[in-house]
């Protein structure tokens, strides 16, 4: 009987083994084939490259028609119209990627810097929060999001 645990304990260890590196692999924020599929994709990502975010936020709704139910796609939109100043079309962006992926860092940590240029540092903490429960391991966009809150606690406290 000791032996039938033991065996199980063991294939266990093995499953989650196997299982423990999609678990701590967060999602990506670029399908590379999503890009190489579209034209429009990658033209937007193109744009956005070169700063160019009305052409961007043109090719990505084009890119968005065909494929509406992508987080990155929606991501990508809310960051051209947050460059553009469109801060309230940018959140309704980020937003329907939160909907879509609710472990979409990017959406998460864009939609957080959207909040601070709104001044609304309690709905930017939420995603900073949300950040820290989806990174188990260090990740670049809770670094950024830490940073970027960080810098408008201490302009806010200058003034």
């Given at each position: 009987?000791?032996?039938?645990?033991?065996?199980?304990?063991?294939?266990?260890?093995?499953?989650?083994?196997?299982?423990?590196?999609?678990?701590?692999?967060?999602?990506?924020?670029?399908a590379?084939?999503?890009?190489?599929?579209?034209p429009?994709?990658?033209?937007?990502?193109?744009?956005?490259?070169?700063?160019?975010?009305?052409?961007?936020?043109?090719?990505?709704?084009q890119?968005?028609?065909?494929?509406?139910?992508?987080?990155?796609?929606?991501?990508?939109?809310?960051?051209?119209?947050r460059?553009?100043?469109?801060?309230?079309?940018?959140?309704?962006?980020?937003?329907?990627?939160?909907?879509?992926?609710?472990?979409?860092?990017?959406?998460?940590?864009?939609?957080?810097?959207?909040?601070?240029?709104?001044g609304?540092?309690?709905?930017?903490?939420?995603?900073?929060?949300?950040?820290?429960?989806?990174?188990?391991?260090?990740?670049?966009?809770?670094?950024?999001?830490?940073?970027?809150?960080?810098?408008?606690?201490?302009?806010?406290?200058?003034?």
């Amino acid at each position: 009987m000791k032996h039938t645990h033991r065996a199980h304990a063991i294939a266990a260890c093995l499953v989650l083994a196997a299982l423990l590196p999609a678990a701590l692999a967060e999602p990506t924020d670029d399908a590379p084939a999503a890009a190489a599929r579209d034209p429009d994709y990658a033209a937007g990502k193109a744009a956005m490259d070169r700063k160019d975010w009305a052409e961007a936020v043109r090719r990505l709704q084009q890119a968005a028609v065909r494929d509406p139910e992508s987080a990155d796609l929606q991501n990508h939109l809310g960051y051209a119209y947050r460059n553009l100043g469109q801060l309230p079309t940018a959140l309704r962006h980020y937003e329907r990627a939160i909907a879509l992926n609710p472990r979409h860092r990017g959406a998460h940590e864009y939609m957080g810097e959207a909040y601070l240029m709104l001044g609304d540092l309690p709905n930017a903490e939420k995603h900073l929060a949300a950040l820290r429960r989806i990174c188990l391991l260090p990740c670049e966009e809770l670094a950024d999001l830490e940073q970027a809150i960080r810098q408008h606690r201490l302009r806010s406290s200058a003034r």
